[in-house]
């Protein structure tokens, strides 16, 4: 690496992690907005009727809601700087307090999903990219329009259907069966994890039949984008000089596509991944719902079916941290292993 | 070398999906999958629910599902016996009044705590002030104001002094309100959840409302209930779909509170192909539609007549309901004493022509327009249905236009008592087994409803019901105040729902514990073992 190129990915780090900063003031920004164009306070939204005229202006005052909006602002800006993201008003519970105990599930979900997606996009990616506009290649391309437009209530509705209810393999809700979340402690939050931790065999194959349903029909949302993308690149790469010199020395075409394109193809592939960081935490949300899964999407909507806007700010503002925050590392990492992203 | 580890790692995973599905395709349910302990002694009674705990400090609540639980992990003095009406000694080895604003009792001796604690009458005072100081919002306080002091004059007796004479202070004494606590709970604020002790047939080991709560058998319970199995987990779903998914794949022993009328029926006619029973128990919850008499159109009486002159609970019930609820013709349900089918004898089948002639007797221009609102997550998700009947009823006779308007309950519960509704619809399970429970919250001058409804024989009555001991009085004022009811019509009941539970095959005690009480007693299980 020469030393020019070397300043360069340095420059694009540094900026890159600098424009971090103005991007997440933006985000909480725009969360803050929206919490509070809704009407009414947030206390009365979710206790009135339930507490007295006195006892609402208490908890306001103690919420902070009665302070000027620009207060509120400042309080809300430097509580997500010091991680505070406040309490639930219907449980008084902190918003760190429902991460750390319901974000074991929704990691499981999605870190599960994510590896359906690869394990499913790549090899159907490469043969359709293998096999372009062929019969294969088509039918490939109407699956991974399929898989990407249909709803995931709609597909995890179908998958209880055929694999729980028709044929009888696999449970269809929950993380594991009750009796077996009884009978294993929690310690990371992560039942597959504390199944491990208990010695507990029976209890993590349990966890990981629960966890098929789920994790299929979630990653299957990003099978079609995953797929699509990497077919589009694998073509493209299989037009680049150093495979047709592959072709030249008489290498077989798959082992053009495998061992020569495939690593070129991915790179690209790579970039897209932080965008798909949001769309598979939106997919948790609905799967979770659909799985009766006890994760951070399931209590999004707990928390707004009970109206309180301080448990729906928090969990929000998380979010989209979090989905900055992966975008920031898929960059970093991209710029590393792609010699053309610079500045 | 990278091509051959692609391989085996492909062939790894092709492996992997292979044996998971040639595991999970024998006939077995996913719950005999979990490690093979189907068949284990120990396993514990799971029960599947939609419902929401809150609170299981008695001081904290005033909901069933958090109340169920205060049932099984407290005592109270006095407890309705399963199938019984009447509040017999729980804690209490006896109760009994000095006067009529006195109300003595004595406790049985050797109780004690699940923690080791002894119980004594000062626990009783603790539990009791503790209520009246925390006035939690919940409101289940308010059970106990008609209490002017309580006082513990020995180790073993406790002393109720009334403001007022109450007949209905012992079934009081029943609910969750007067459950007694440990002298170390906060008199001031409430015990955390997953810090509460009691002295019931159970002790709360996990707690945590968003997913599972359970329960274990209380070695130091000294009481009358025979525990019949080795604990309990409660399984919270979010949908009713999720439940009945749950207890047809034998993930839940029992499903109970709430199944959709769908799935309901669908479990009976093809339950028993899939090892599954529905079981059906008496039952007292009630749902009606509050009219607004503060103001028009239903301030004229002529108004409300004609909507209870019309509405066809019949078809409510069978068509909306598929027979799973039983029509209401009176504010108190059939299976309580004191209960008299008065909207029946009022008004007999539903008559449109009766309802025209009673507007056009008062000067009503017709159609009378009106909002009628309800709530879609409360009460089953049948409710829109329903005013969706409700509403074509009325407007078929060309007397009435409705608008349909619907809030979720958060909304819901904050707005119904300010009046904005003109019509509106609601649910109501009983705090106690009493006739009475189902009068004066209503048609009391200061009822919850607050719809302007007042009306000065129905106090009197009310009076006669809290305070006259003598059972034939109390049943003359039932009587009497459902015929006033029907005739100004100022609330309309629907109907009445039995309580309806789906268990596995081999599961015994829960038809028992379906019963009026409206009580699950977990402890009568049984048939989770081989």
Same mark, same amino acid.
């Given at each position: 690496?020469?030393?020019?190129? @070397? ?29 509070? =164009? @809704? ?56 918003? @760190? ?185 939106? !997919? ?60 | ?92 080895? *006896? ?180 090892? =599954? ?16 008499? *503060? ?149 009391? @001058? ?7 409804? *007042? ?14 001991? #003598? ?51 977990? #402890?009568?299980?049984? !048939?989770?073992?081989?």
């Amino acid at each position: 690496m020469s030393t020019r190129t @070397a300043g360069s990915l340095r420059t694009y780090l540094l900026t890159r992690v600098l424009l971090f900063v103005p991007q997440v003031i933006v985000i909480l920004t725009i969360v803050f907005v929206l919490m509070r =164009v @809704a009407p009414g306070d947030p206390v009365s939204v979710a206790l009135g009727g339930q507490r007295s005229e006195e006892e609402l202006a208490e908890l306001r005052a103690a919420a902070g809601y009665d302070r000027p909006i620009i207060v509120q602002y400042w309080e809300y800006i430097s509580g997500v700087l010091r991680l505070d993201f406040g309490h639930t008003i219907i449980d008084n519970r902190s918003v @760190a307090e429902i991460f750390a105990v319901n974000g074991g599930a929704t990691l499981t979900l999605t870190v599960a999903a994510f590896v359906v997606a690869l394990l499913l996009a790549v090899p159907l990616g490469l043969i359709a990219g293998r096999f372009r506009d062929t019969p294969l290649d088509g039918s490939l391309r109407v699956f991974g329009i399929l898989t990407y437009a249909a709803p995931v209530f709609f597909v995890g509705l179908l998958m209880q259907l055929a694999f729980a209810r028709g044929l009888g393999w696999l449970p269809s809700s929950s993380q594991a069966s009750p009796v077996v979340t009884a009978r294993v402690p929690s310690q990371t939050n992560i039942f597959l994890v504390d199944a491990l931790l208990a010695g507990d065999t029976a209890a993590f194959w349990n966890g990981v039949q629960h966890l098929v349903l789920p994790a299929v029909t979630l990653g299957l949302l990003l099978t079609g984008t995953f797929m699509r993308i990497i077919r589009v690149n694998l073509i493209q790469t299989m037009r680049s000089d150093y495979v047709e010199a592959a072709r030249a020395r008489g290498v077989s075409e798959t082992r053009v596509v495998i061992q020569h394109a495939f690593r070129n193809a991915m790179v690209p592939f790579v970039t897209i991944l932080g965008l798909q960081v949001a769309l598979l935490l939106g !997919g948790a949300i609905l799967t979770e719902q659909t799985f009766n899964w006890n994760g951070i999407g399931s209590q999004l909507v707990r928390y707004l079916d009970s109206r309180d806007y301080i448990a729906v700010q928090g969990i929000i503002t998380l979010f989209a941290l979090a989905v900055v925050t992966a975008s920031l590392l898929i960059d970093i990492i991209n710029a590393i292993i792609d010699p053309r992203v610079r500045y | 070398m990278r091509a051959r580890r692609f391989r085996g790692a492909a062939a790894f995973v092709l492996a992997g999906a292979f044996a998971l599905a040639a595991c999970g395709g024998d006939d077995d349910t996913a719950a005999d999958d979990d490690g093979g302990e189907a068949g284990d002694s120990s396993l514990p009674v799971v029960l599947g629910t939609t419902d929401t705990v809150t609170n299981i400090d008695p001081a904290g609540s005033y909901d069933k599902p958090s109340w169920n639980i205060v049932y099984n992990t407290y005592q109270r003095l006095l407890a309705v016996p399963l199938g019984g009406s009447e509040p017999q000694p729980d804690a209490a080895e *006896s109760c009994d009044w000095d006067d009529d604003t006195t109300y003595r009792c004595t406790l049985k001796s050797g109780q004690t705590f699940a923690d080791g604690s002894e119980i004594t009458s000062e626990n009783v005072v603790h539990s009791i002030e503790r209520q009246l100081e925390i006035q939690h919002e919940s409101n289940g306080w308010q059970l106990l104001t008609g209490i002017e002091e309580v006082e513990a004059p020995d180790e073993s007796t406790v002393v109720f002094h009334l403001e007022s004479p109450d007949a209905t202070f012992p079934f009081i004494l029943t609910t969750a309100a007067a459950a007694i606590v440990p002298m170390d709970y906060p008199a001031d604020e409430l015990q955390p959840n997953d810090q509460v002790v009691g002295s019931g047939p159970y002790t709360v080991d996990e707690f945590d409302p968003t997913q599972q709560i359970q329960l274990g058998v209380n070695e130091n319970y000294a009481g009358d209930r025979e525990v019949n199995n080795s604990g309990v987990i409660l399984q919270f779903y979010q949908t009713e779909s999720a439940l009945k998914q749950a207890i047809e794949e034998g993930e839940v022993m029992i499903a109970y509170r709430s199944l959709a009328v769908t799935d309901v029926e669908d479990l009976e006619e093809n339950g028993a192909e899939r090892g =599954v029973e529905v079981v059906v128990g008496e039952g007292t919850e009630i749902n009606y539609m509050v009219l607004q008499a *503060s103001r028009e159109p239903f301030d004229e009486p002529a108004v409300r007549q004609a909507v209870a002159q019309i509405i066809d609970r019949e078809t409510i019930a069978e068509s909306v309901y598929r027979g799973t609820v039983t029509p209401l013709y009176g504010p108190i349900p059939e299976g309580v004493p004191g209960h008299v089918p008065s909207f029946k004898e009022q008004y007999g089948e539903p008559d449109p022509e009766a309802a025209e002639q009673l507007l056009d007797e008062a000067g009503v221009e017709t159609p009378v327009e009106f909002d009628a609102w309800w709530m879609p997550d409360r009460y089953g998700e049948e409710i829109g249905d329903m005013f969706g009947e409700i509403e074509r009823q009325l407007e078929d006779t060309g007397l009435f236009e409705v608008n349909l308007e619907q809030l979720s309950w958060a909304q819901y519960a904050e707005t119904f008592s300010d009046q904005s509704m003109d019509a509106f619809d609601l649910g109501w399970f009983p705090d106690y087994p009493d006739a009475s429970n189902y009068i004066e919250p209503f048609y009391h @001058a200061e009822s919850v409803v607050n719809n302007g409804y *007042s009306d000065d024989e129905m106090d009197e009555l009310i009076d006669v019901m809290l305070t006259d001991t #003598d059972e034939e009085a109390r049943l003359d004022a039932f009587e009497r105040a459902s015929e006033i009811v029907a005739e100004d019509a100022p609330i309309i009941q629907l109907w009445q729902r039995d309580q309806i539970a789906a268990v596995r095959e081999g599961v015994e005690g829960v038809e028992e514990t379906l019963d009026p009480s409206f009580i699950f007693y977990y #402890d009568v299980v049984s !048939g989770v073992e081989e």
